[in-house]
């Protein structure tokens, strides 16, 4: 289906309907994990438009299923509902100087809502897709040590169905093509510790944990890709007077290729056997894993990016920045299905409480997304 004058007008018309459904959501808390109040407005709000349906899985996704028979082809387009901000009472929201702004508005509330006023759109209009099906996705977690969890339920429920995916994510003018995998781990050292005057000399944690860190730090990265590493949270002991019995770190290592993301792994286990053997107890937890880019049709794989690209030059007249990034087509790129994340909205300060997003951007990321989700209709 073309994105025709009509289409545009409706998008136009429903524009004040567009914006007071982005504050109501933006208000929602949604921290990874924990998002049953945004899951349970979307569902709701999709069966009011007359949405047939849908329903949230065990991930807490909300999925609409658009003719989607037992065994047809699916096309996926999905938008996350999580935030990173740890809140479970109401966001604020402040609309000034042209601009929307919350925490989380941008990434991804935003893009949210285009999805939302796509899916009213073709609930109402009663459009049926050509040659496939399609999901409608509000999925859950895709934020942090959310670990994918909501895109990952979707390729485990409907992976070999899936001809396409795209997510809806971020600011607009990057189209991410290429997934950066990564892990996460927590590592907690613990040793006998005591009084700082009387028992020193005793083994401290925050000193054995310090040199761990600065052993890691040591490393060069693999000459493949981009590759990163990170520690930021470290935490432990008790008192200024004393030596510490328990320190404890959070650190991840990234990179857009699995061989490298091999060779760091080996080295971080290889540092932490190391600090095993000096009589210190040091304890790993993997939080989250991220897989990088599989096996994917470099054809296929063409054709969604030119076709994102397209877009994004159509509507907002910019030359699209193709980029490698961790989003929630990571999960369906690890397993070979064409996947692309693009934004429709115009903002900055994502991850960030001044978060904001420009008002005047969001019409146009409406007519974008429906261009895209349109174009697989008849």
Known sequence: MILTQQIMDYIKEHNDEMLELLVTIAKIPAPSNHEEKRAAFCMDWLEKQGAKGVYIDEALNVIYPVCCTAQNPLVVFMAHTDVVFPDTEELPVVIEDGKIKAPGVGDDTANLVMLLMAAKYITQKRLTPKDCGMLIVANSCEEGLGNLKGSRQIVQDFGPRILEFYSFDGG??????????????????????????????????????????????????????????????????????????QAEMLYEFRSDYREALEIMDKHFVSVIECYKTKGITVNVTLLGERPCMGEVDAEKQKAIIDKASAAIKKHF???????????????????????????CCIGEGAHTREEWVEINSLQTGMNMAFDLMLGYFE
């Not at 989003?327 to 994340?341: E, F, K």
């Open 317 to 343: 007249k910019l030359e699209p920045n193709i980029i490698s990034g961790s989003t929630d087509c990571n999960i369906p790129l690890s397993v070979g299905i064409p996947s692309v994340c693009l934004g």
């Open 172 to 245: 607009n003018g990057m189209v991410v093509n290429r997934s950066v995998g990564s892990k996460r781990y927590k590592v907690e050292v613990l040793t006998e510790g005591g009084h700082s005057y009387s028992k020193f000399g005793n083994r401290n944690a925050i000193a054995y944990l310090a040199s761990m860190i600065d052993t890691l730090y040591t490393m060069k990265v693999p000459d493949i890709g981009v590759t990163t590493y990170n520690v930021g949270v470290i935490s432990g002991g008790t008192s200024v007077n004393t030596i510490a019995q």
